[in-house]
């Protein structure tokens, strides 16, 4: 099979570098271009990450002699290549435009950034849980006049490591109703250099600007249903979030609680540690390249999980649960875990891209 070629924006960052570790060797994708902002434009790829290259492996040597070109300039950029994934970081309304414009000019873009999570005609995908999201590309393609583009966009780095459990719970018949998350954000969540290294050594930041919100507000589309034409918000599930800075170079972790709406009718911590550990979705099915083996990882061992440990499970794009017990104030809780530019950034954006493939979108 011919590989797609692909166009990285946002290629010199944090998530940008770590598309590049993970496409390397892809067997549906190549990376055959790289783009940034104008500062790195014209520098091959190598010189224009010298001293900030964070990955643990070297650049691959298919990427290093790319010429880094401006993501601004749509046009040059459309041509050359299948589709993109964008991973920049500037001001939300530019990037609402940009992002656009590459669907205007019949590129895909299988987006990481939160400028579009709002948008009605937007799908905002885990390809576990709202793959039947993908139906709304018709018809932002019909509303904004698109042929072959469209823009895709993936949820917050933290949510991944709560809302497949708490839909797994939700497709079994137990609606939840209340959720309060406490997360413990790693440094590398906010992009290179990121927070002071004198802010956050031996130190907690208890504020992560709009995260909260993020957190709180992002569930409600995923859990959405496409009606005339729009995701629809299921507002039913009331999240209360409190987001944190922690030293933690990679790797997410959630401490949650959960309340059931019928309470006659709540699963048994048995039941849930069962339907968790036999959930199963879409990309599992139709075996992505890079789907986990197992969607949610259920490790009994009680100090578990934690991010050294347990970030790297499946590859990056494993979700890990422990710590399942009753709560005192709602019905349960349980600790969350996920690798924040793995499988909340680019390993998930690749994941949504995959299933885009399988499907026919690109
Ligand atoms: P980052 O490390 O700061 O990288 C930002 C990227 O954007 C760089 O490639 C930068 O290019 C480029 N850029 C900056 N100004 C630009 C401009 N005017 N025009 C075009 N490109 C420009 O940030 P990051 O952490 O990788 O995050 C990138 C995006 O992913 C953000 O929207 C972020 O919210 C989202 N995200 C991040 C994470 C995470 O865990 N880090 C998780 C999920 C989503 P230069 O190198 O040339 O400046």
Same mark, same amino acid.
Request: hydrophobic content about 35%; glycine content about 8%; proline content about 6%.
């Given at each position: 099979?011919?590989?797609?070629?692909?166009?990285?924006?946002?290629?010199?960052?944090?998530?940008?570098?770590?598309?590049?570790?993970?496409?390397?060797?892809?067997?549906?994708?190549?990376v055959?271009?790289?783009a940034?902002?104008?500062?790195?434009?014209?520098?091959?790829?190598?010189?224009a990450?010298?001293?900030?290259?964070?990955?643990?492996?070297?650049?691959?040597?298919?990427?290093? @002699?790319?010429?880094?070109?401006?993501?601004?300039?749509?046009?040059?950029i459309?041509?050359?290549v299948?589709?993109?994934?964008?991973?920049?970081?500037?001001?939300?309304?530019?990037?609402?435009?940009?992002?656009?414009k590459?669907a205007?000019?019949?590129?895909?873009?299988?987006?990481?950034?939160?400028?579009?999570?709002?948008?009605? @005609?937007?799908?905002?995908?885990?390809?576990?849980?709202?793959?039947?999201?993908?139906?709304?590309?018709?018809?932002?393609?019909?509303?904004?006049?698109?042929?072959?583009?469209?823009?895709?966009?993936?949820?917050?780095?933290?949510?991944?490591?709560?809302?497949?459990?708490?839909?797994?719970?939700?497709?079994?018949?137990?609606?939840i109703?209340?959720?309060?998350?406490?997360?413990?954000?790693?440094?590398?969540?906010?992009?290179?250099?990121?927070?002071?290294?004198?802010?956050?050594l031996?130190?907690?930041?208890?504020?992560?600007?709009? &995260?909260?919100?993020?957190?709180?507000?992002?569930?409600?589309?995923?859990?959405?249903?496409?009606?005339?034409?729009?995701i629809?918000?299921?507002?039913?599930?009331?999240?209360?979030?409190?987001?944190?800075?922690?030293?933690?170079?990679?790797?997410h972790?959630?401490?949650?609680?959960?309340?059931? &709406? @019928?309470?006659?009718?709540?699963?048994s911590?048995?039941?849930?540690?069962?339907?968790?550990?036999?959930?199963?979705?879409v990309?599992?099915?139709? @075996?992505?390249?890079?789907?986990?083996?197992?969607?949610?990882?259920?490790?009994? &061992?009680?100090?578990?999980?934690q991010?050294?440990?347990?970030?790297?499970?499946?590859?990056?794009?494993?979700?890990?649960?422990?710590?399942?017990?009753?709560?005192?104030?709602?019905?349960v809780?349980?600790?969350?875990?996920s690798?924040?530019?793995?499988?909340?950034?680019?390993?998930?954006?690749?994941?949504?891209?995959?299933?885009?493939?399988?499907?026919?979108?690109?």
């Open positions: 099979m011919e590989k797609l070629k692909v166009g990285i924006l946002g290629a010199t960052g944090m998530v940008g570098q770590r598309y590049i570790a993970l496409l390397e060797n892809h067997p549906w994708f190549e055959t271009l790289v940034a902002s104008p500062r790195s434009a014209g520098k091959k790829y190598s010189e990450t010298l001293g900030r290259w964070q990955m643990v492996t070297p650049i691959p040597t298919s990427v290093c @002699d790319l010429i880094v070109k401006d993501a601004n300039i749509v046009e040059d459309a041509s050359e299948d589709f993109v994934f964008s991973a920049v970081e500037l001001e939300k309304e530019l990037i609402r435009e940009l992002e656009m590459y205007r000019n019949n590129t895909p873009v299988v987006s990481n950034c939160s400028a579009h999570r709002g948008t009605e @005609d937007v799908p905002m995908l885990i390809p576990e849980i709202n793959h039947s999201h993908l139906d709304i590309i018709q018809v932002q393609q019909e509303n904004r006049k698109f042929t072959k583009g469209f823009v895709l966009v993936k949820p917050n780095c933290s949510l991944q490591s709560y809302i497949t459990p708490m839909y797994a719970l939700q497709q079994k018949g137990y609606k109703s209340k959720a309060i998350i406490t997360t413990l954000q790693a440094s590398s969540g906010a992009g290179h250099p990121g927070v002071p290294s004198l802010d956050l031996d130190n907690i930041v208890p504020f992560i600007g709009g &995260e909260e919100e993020k957190s709180e507000n992002e569930p409600q589309k995923i859990f959405g249903t496409i009606k005339n034409g729009k629809i918000n299921d507002t039913s599930i009331k999240i209360s979030a409190h987001c944190n800075r922690v030293p933690v170079v990679d790797g972790t959630a401490c949650v609680s959960l309340e059931f &709406e @019928d309470k006659d009718n709540k699963p911590l048995d039941e849930i540690k069962k339907i968790w550990k036999e959930f199963s979705s990309p599992q099915e139709l @075996d992505l390249p890079s789907a986990p083996r197992c969607a949610i990882i259920y490790n009994e &061992e009680q100090n578990r999980p991010p050294r440990k347990d970030r790297d499970n499946d590859k990056g794009m494993g979700v890990t649960v422990g710590r399942l017990r009753e709560c005192n104030v709602f019905d809780r349980f600790v969350g875990l690798h924040n530019t793995i499988r909340g950034a680019a390993g998930g954006g690749i994941l949504n891209a995959e299933l885009l493939k399988a499907k026919g979108f690109l």
